[in-house]
């Protein structure tokens, strides 16, 4: 009888376990890619204007020690790196448009 009982005990525990088991929420499935957006958002948000005031900072200590030169030669480069990634940016919305138009 005791061989028995403590097989019958053990199945109830088997079972009951078994039923909370099932019962437990599964996990969320794992992502399917990166989302460029927000990290294009992120960089724009955050990064772009830190690395703007940084410069800003390096430009207005070179203008105090009068290293005019200096400074206008880099505020050139800044514009010109600016006028290419703005560039970048509106042919990433062309292309985006001409594909559409092919695609449609």
């Given at each position: 009888?005791?061989?028995?009982?403590l097989?019958?005990?053990?199945?109830?525990?088997?079972a009951?376990?078994?039923h909370?088991?099932a019962?437990?929420?599964?996990?969320?499935?794992?992502?399917?890619?990166?989302d460029?957006?927000?990290?294009?958002?992120?960089?724009a948000?955050k990064i772009a204007?830190?690395?703007?005031?940084?410069?800003?900072?390096i430009f207005i200590?070179r203008?105090?020690?009068?290293?005019?030169?200096?400074?206008l030669?880099?505020?050139?480069?800044?514009?010109?790196?600016l006028?290419f990634?703005a560039?970048?940016?509106?042919?990433?919305?062309?292309?985006?448009?001409?594909i559409?138009?092919?695609?449609?």
């Amino acid at each position: 009888m005791t061989a028995f009982e403590l097989i019958e005990t053990a199945s109830s525990g088997v079972a009951q376990a078994l039923h909370t088991l099932a019962s437990a929420p599964l996990a969320e499935p794992a992502p399917k890619g990166i989302d460029t957006n927000g990290v294009v958002t992120f960089f724009a948000s955050k990064i772009a204007p830190i690395l703007l005031a940084v410069l800003g900072v390096i430009f207005i200590g070179r203008a105090s020690r009068g290293e005019i030169s200096k400074v206008l030669t880099s505020s050139a480069i800044a514009i010109v790196g600016l006028a290419f990634i703005a560039g970048a940016a509106t042919l990433f919305f062309v292309g985006d448009y001409l594909i559409d138009l092919i695609f449609e």
